[in-house]
Every structure is written in structure tokens, then in C-alpha cells.
């Protein structure tokens, strides 16, 4: 769906048509984008401070780190660059985790023991999404929040990186498709083995793993009409929300006042959704014209990382 409708857009004037909007400029796809993808980094919140159970088992992570990160980003612009260098390149490996937890997901539904083929399915969401992005034309993308460092004294290394890596492009493919196509033919054979043992082969997970793999090497590979960024972002953040309102929906009805009885659900889906993108619209807006808000979406960025991976863990030890 987000194939098509990346590629749809790209003959439209919704995304190739650029408008300049509160200082920023950019098509309406873009500022969509911009805005959805704030506005999934920020639910995660429901799934830590809103998750009583949750937020009593790390109170120091939850309250702390958050201000002490914040204080350090308004203090340095060191800490400010690394830690935007560090969320774009967060971000690739956190999708790919995503992808791989919904397959386990869909292995524990069919019936399966979540362990079987665990470290199989790691290594290949890590292949689906940084292969691509390493030997196709969105390294540059990636590569160039180094570039915030431009200014910086003694920070000539992180600035002449992307083009020295740029140069070495080729070699790095080379690299990559050495690794992965070998790695592609073992994870078949080796679920083949599975199966054969026992092992019910998810058709769900497989659709899953076979369209994000075909997606992921189409946009991130080739970037087709430049839509890379929209095809990829959208299905995460897509999945993202799907995600926190099956796990979280008791805790977010709580949290705005409401029941479980179906017309309060649909409001309080209304209401979680819309409060999202209200953060999303003004955090990708203001975000370019002050410092503050900036550092506020940087903390918001690296706490989603960094929050949700743990919540995982804390939540199947409590299954």
C-alpha cells in the first residue's frame, strides 16, 4: 500500500508540486510525512508514561533521562549533531526491528515457539533494511546528517566522511551483495530444515518479510521518483500506531477519561490519532525555526528508539 502510494503521488501535484508554508518549504506529501512521522515517534509514550505496570519498573529512564538529554542538546552543539547523526541512523535499525517483532508476532499466532528461528529472522530485517540503503541512492540521505557537524571545530573528519564513503559506494555493494545473497539462500534452506521438524511456516509473516524485502530494495535501492523517504516512513509509522492502540488501548482510554464502551473507543482513537498529529504538525513545522523545539523533537526521537525497544522486553517477561 505505501508502494503505490508513494508512487502514486509522485504524478501528482500532492507530490511534486513544492509550496512554502510557515518559513519551511517542501510538496504536501512532504509535509505529511513530516508530520506523520512525528507524530508515530510520540505515541510511544503511551506505551512507557501512560503504561502504569511499565513506568513503575524504570521511573529514573522515564523522568530523568528525557530532561538530562534535552539540557545536554540545548548546551552543546556537539551533543546536538551527534544525536541527530545517531537518530537517523537509529531509526534504520529500529524499523527493521519492528518488522522482525511482527513476524514474530505472527509465528507465536500460528502456533509456534517464538525462539525457533529468532536469530534467523534478526539478521534478515538487519539485511532488508541497511542492504539497500548502503548499496542503493539513499546512502547520500543517511550520510548527510554528518554534516551537522559543518562549523564545528575539529570536525573535519565527520564532514569529509560522506563523500570519502560516497567514493567507495561500489565496493561497498559488492560488499553487501557477497553477504546477503548467500545469507537469503541459508535462511530458506534453513526454515526449510524447520519445517521439516515440525516448524509451521507462517503465510503471514511470509507475505510480510517477502513485501517489505521487495519494498525496501525498490525504495531505499533505487528511490524511485524520489519517494524513498515517503514509501518507507509510511508503512512504519502506519504499523507503529496499529501497534500502540492493540497494546495500549486500555491504557490511552484511561489516560483521556474514557471507557471501553464502542462509542468511547472511537472517540478516544479519534482523539489519540488527532492529539499525534497536532505534536506532528508543530514539531515538523517549529522544529527548523527554533532551537528549543528541535532538541524537544531530538529527545522525542531518540526516547521512541530507545523506549520501545526495552518496553518489549519488560512486557514479554510479564506475559
Known amino acids: 500500500m ?41 505515541i510511544v509514550f503511551f506505551r512507557s508514561h501512560a503504561n502504569p505496570r511499565i513506568f513503575a519498573l ?14 545536554a542538546l540545548m548546551g552543546s552543539l556537539w551533543v546536538r549533531a551527534a544525536v541527530v547523526v545517531l537518530a537517523t541512523w537509529w531509526d534504520v535499525y529500529h524499523s527493521s526491528l519492528q518488522t522482525f517483532g511482527i513476524g514474530r508476532i505472527y509465528d507465536v499466532k500460528d502456533g509456534n515457539d517464538p525462539e525457533i ?10 539485511f532488508l533494511y541497511i542492504g539497500p540503503i548502503l548499496g542503493g541512492t539513499s546512502l547520500l540521505y543517511h550520510l548527510s546528517s554528518l554534516h551537522e557537524f559543518s562549523g564545528l571545530p575539529g570536525s573535519v573528519f565527520f564532514t569529509a566522511l560522506p563523500d570519502a564513503v560516497m567514493a567507495k559506494q561500489r565496493q561497498i555493494l559488492m560488499g553487501v551483495l557477497a553477504v546477503s545473497v548467500p545469507f537469503a539462500g541459508w535462511y530458506c534452506f ?6 521439516q521438524a515440525g516448524y509451521h511456516v507462517s503465510r503471514r509473516k511470509s507475505w510480510l518479510l517477502g513485501t517489505t524485502a521487495i519494498v ?23 504499523q507503529y500506531f496499529a501497534v500502540v492502540w492493540a497494546y495500549e488501548e486500555k491504557n490511552i482510554l484511561r489516560v483521556f477519561g ?62
Not at 7 to 13: K, N, S, Y
Not at 58 to 71: C, G, I, N, Q
Not at 190 to 195: A, E, G, I, V
Not at 217 to 235: H, Q, T
Open 2 to 42: 505505501a508502494l503505490v502510494l508513494g508512487l502514486g503521488l509522485a504524478f501528482t501535484p500532492l507530490g511534486s508540486n513544492t509550496l512554502k508554508l510557515f518559513g519551511t518549504s517542501g510538496t504536501p506529501a512532504d509535509g505529511f510525512l513530516g508530520a506523520f512521522i512525528m507524530a508515530h515517534l510520540v
Open 58 to 71: 524504570h521511573p529514573f529512564r522515564f523522568r530523568w533521562v528525557p530532561v538530562l538529554l534535552f539540557a
Open 117 to 126: 528461528g529468532r536469530r534467523l529472522d534478526w539478521w534478515l530485517n538487519i
Open 190 to 195: 534453513s526454515y526449510y530444515r524447520l519445517s
Open 216 to 238: 525496501s530494495i525498490w525504495a531505499w535501492g533505487f528511490n524511485p521518483f524520489g519517494m524513498a523517504l515517503f514509501i518507507m516512513n509510511f508503512f512504519h509509522a502506519l
Open 258 to 319: 474514557l471507557t471501553e464502551k464502542r462509542s468511547e473507543r472511537i472517540l478516544g482513537l479519534s482523539v489519540f490519532v488527532g492529539s499525534a498529529f497536532l505534536y506532528g504538525c508543530f514539531s515538523s513545522i517549529a522544529g527548523d525555526q527554533s532551537d528549543v523545539v528541535l532538541s524537544l523533537t531530538l529527545v522525542v526521537s531518540i526516547m521512541h528508539f530507545w523506549y520501545d525497544g526495552f518496553v518489549w522486553s519488560v512486557r514479554k517477561k510479564q506475559a
